[in-house]
């Protein structure tokens, strides 16, 4: 179990490593800019934003809150979700090592477990785009070519059929093999959760909308603020802006949970504690080292 520290008031102020602020600091600045000019233009010529109201912005700025919650709120949805499957994952992991000590062939049942860990590693670099083989290879023993197109499937089938010879020969009872098997059918489900969340991402008109309607809401908020506010209106502006781009980035970066971002799910770590029980169960006692967090954030 990690304990992250509880930040303190500077840390919640000007801490950058997680925050979204290096993400949208140039479209603030240009919204900044944009507001600074507008209220420079109201002071020279005070008849300009005369006529201007702000009460399309209010209900405007009601609306787009509404929107903008429902999107986070399934963005966050697919965040959870993608921990959850990651979670089975360990769950099953440790599952299938405990059932696994009915093995009498030692060298057969590390090879299995040492297989497994790769697993972790192809599923985690095949979420990421990366090569699933590469990331695997210190942890498979069987050739390249056995394990087909779908790297980490294709480690599961082969831990299938170790299982299945292990049966035929009287190795393992039949419901041990069935204990065996249920742990690897749970992570081919794990992994198609994954793959559902990592193929299908929200629909790109409705997050486009979105990010139109916070573009277009920003750059005209300094002409309804200007007069009533005068240079007060380029830091409310600041702040409102700070706000919406902030919602839309985190949104952004919760929709795919899998990648690198620094609010993505923390699946190295998660791989290194698979690494850790697996290694362990085997016996052996020079274990890597748990990840920990950096500055509140886990990778």
Not at 79 to 89: D, K, L, S
């Amino acid at each position: 179990m990690i304990v992250h520290p509880k930040p303190k008031l500077t840390d919640i102020l000007f801490s950058l490593k997680g925050s979204i602020a290096k993400r949208i600091a140039g479209r603030s600045l240009m919204v900044t800019a944009l507001a600074s000019l507008i209220v420079l233009i109201e002071v020279l010529y005070p008849a300009s934003f005369s006529r201007v109201n702000a009460t399309p912005f209010t209900l405007l700025g009601i609306s787009l809150s509404i929107f903008m919650s429902f999107r986070n709120s399934a963005c966050y949805g697919r965040w959870w979700e993608g921990r959850q499957a990651w979670g089975t994952v360990i769950i099953e992991m440790r599952s299938f090592a405990r059932a696994s000590v009915a093995i009498s062939d030692i060298a057969q049942r590390e090879t299995m477990l040492r297989e497994l860990c790769g697993y972790a590693h192809a599923l985690n670099a095949r979420l990421r785009g990366e090569d699933e083989l590469h990331a695997a290879g210190p942890w498979i023993s069987s050739m390249p070519e056995t394990y087909g197109q779908n790297i980490s499937d294709g480690i599961l089938r082969n831990i299938s059929c170790q299982c299945s010879e292990l049966v035929t020969s009287h190795a393992i009872s039949d419901w041990r093999y069935i204990t065996l098997e249920k742990c690897l059918h749970s992570l081919s489900e794990a992994q198609g959760t994954c793959e559902r969340i990592k193929g299908t991402p929200l629909p790109f008109p409705y997050t486009l909308l979105l990010h139109r309607t916070i573009y277009i809401f920003c750059l005209l908020l300094p002409f309804a603020m200007a007069e009533p506010l005068g240079w007060l209106a380029p830091l409310f502006t600041t702040i409102v802006s700070y706000t919406f781009f902030g919602l839309d980035a985190i949104g952004d970066e919760l929709e795919d949970p899998f990648g690198r971002d620094e609010n993505d799910l923390p699946t190295d770590a998660m791989v290194r504690t698979i690494e850790r029980d697996l290694l362990d169960a085997l016996g052996h006692t020079e274990l890597p080292q748990p990840l920990q967090p950096v500055a509140y954030v886990l990778n």
